[in-house]
């Protein structure tokens, strides 16, 4: 037996909707409506705020509505019912996330400790001492390292999990300003790691409440560049839904933060470049290159200018983001000197994978079907191997632009596969 989404038909009987309308309305398969509603997979996270405005109910309703809280049980046969037990299981690690974060939010809100009144706590096998935080930020830099090499970046949930855990207990127990200072920013830390993950696998609500809890602990710790990061990643969802006008307010939050930070490291040059990124959505192309541009100055940084984890902005990015930006803003005749110079340095996956569907965009542009299909195709195989979230949502951003291409036969496929990888 397994979950029928029965609040989701409901609602959209009563506004009027066939599957094939709401399906029309939505840009999808009409199968793809009838497998949502029988439970068998969810709408993907960017669809879902036009999902809820289709049929006139709040995001939050909607998300309601897709929990399963309003269900009936089918009969789906073993193979199916495989299946179920896989997402009921990921439900379950979900639920258990998100009570392991409100933990953490109340005890970021807890007053400092009186440590004359709860003397007892030194001898209590919680206590922290300085060398054991030393150890616990180094095992915070190795899983942002492991997060990195990952080709699965879920894989890594259940070390950062059991780090995070540690962390927790640490705060309940904490004795003395400094400490409860040191463990509240290694918990922003590792908060934006978790957010990292579930923003790969497209829990873009779970991520962004890990950001938000990562900027509250970051704030009472006063690491005023933890805050600003964790404030930046914050707003990629809004970047992601290409909401570009939502994410500037918080950009330019985390530039007056930034700015009290600590000078000698990128946060406030990756800020610059994440903003010019948002210009670029809104077509405002003499802003975005004024940011790009204010980015360029991460250039005069001398010594470690980043600590590889939480913050891993430096100048070797700088040429694939200018490209993106140029794409965005329609101006390929610039975009592709950057993007394929961008190319020559080592990249991630993930960063691999955008600059490559950028140059498949402005592939689209000259009409030349072979640069086309040799970019996409690679970028393809790497979401199929990877299973990332955010390297199907790039490739997400080159389905429509190949309409104009559709008469050449091998075009056809590649916008056939990625409509399928999109509704796995």
Not at 27 to 40: D, F, K, L, P, S
Not at 254 to 274: E, F, I, K, N
Not at 398 to 424: F, G, N, Y
């Amino acid at each position: 037996m397994a979950v029928k989404r029965r609040g989701l038909a409901q609602y959209r009987a009563m506004r009027g909707l066939t599957q094939e309308t709401l399906a029309n309305a939505l840009g999808v398969e009409r199968t793809t409506v009838q497998r949502w509603e029988a439970g068998e997979t969810k709408p993907q996270p960017w669809l879902r705020p036009q999902l809820a405005s289709t049929l006139t109910i709040s995001t939050e309703r909607l998300d309601y509505l897709l929990s399963g809280s309003e269900t009936v049980e089918v009969d789906l046969g073993p193979a199916r019912v495989r299946d179920q037990d896989r997402l009921e299981s990921d439900e379950m690690r979900r639920r258990e996330l998100l009570r392991l974060f409100s933990t953490t939010g109340a005890l970021v809100a807890m007053p400092m400790i009186d440590t004359d009144r709860l003397s007892y706590a030194a001898d209590h096998p919680a206590r922290v001492d300085p060398t054991t935080l030393d150890e616990y930020a180094e095992l915070n830099r190795h899983l942002w390292g492991a997060f990195l090499r990952a080709p699965s970046k879920s894989a890594t949930m259940p070390l950062v999990r059991d780090q995070f855990e540690v962390l927790c207990a640490g705060l309940k127990h904490s004795r003395g300003d400094a400490t409860r200072k040191r463990l509240l920013a290694l918990t922003g830390d590792l908060l934006q790691l978790f957010g990292e993950i579930l923003f790969d696998g497209n829990d873009y609500t779970a991520a962004a409440y890990c950001y938000t809890l990562a900027a509250d602990a970051s704030k009472a710790a006063n690491a005023y560049d933890l805050w600003a990061c964790a404030m930046v990643r914050h707003s990629f969802v809004a970047i992601y839904d290409r909401q570009f006008a939502h994410a500037t307010p918080l950009l330019d939050a985390a530039a007056a933060v930034a700015s009290r930070g600590d000078q000698s490291l990128s946060t406030r040059h990756w800020v610059s470049v994440v903003q010019a990124q948002a210009f670029a959505g809104q077509g405002e192309q003499t802003a975005c290159q004024r940011a790009l541009d204010k980015a360029e100055e991460v250039r005069q940084l001398k010594g470690p200018m980043h600590d590889g984890g939480w913050l891993r902005f430096d100048g070797t990015r700088l040429a694939e983001e200018r490209g993106s930006c140029y794409v965005t803003l329609g101006r390929h005749d610039w975009a592709e000197d950057a993007l394929i110079g961008a190319l020559s340095h080592p990249l991630t996956t993930r960063r691999r994978a955008a600059v490559l569907t950028d140059l498949a965009i402005s592939g689209v542009h000259r009409r030349d079907p072979d640069k086309v299909l040799a970019y996409a195709t690679t970028v393809l195989n790497l979401a199929r191997e990877t299973g990332s979230g955010v390297i199907t949502r790039k490739l997400l951003t080159l389905r429509p632009k190949l309409a104009p291409m559709l008469t050449h036969r091998a075009v056809h496929k590649l916008h056939s596969d990625i409509t399928e990888l999109a509704v796995v």
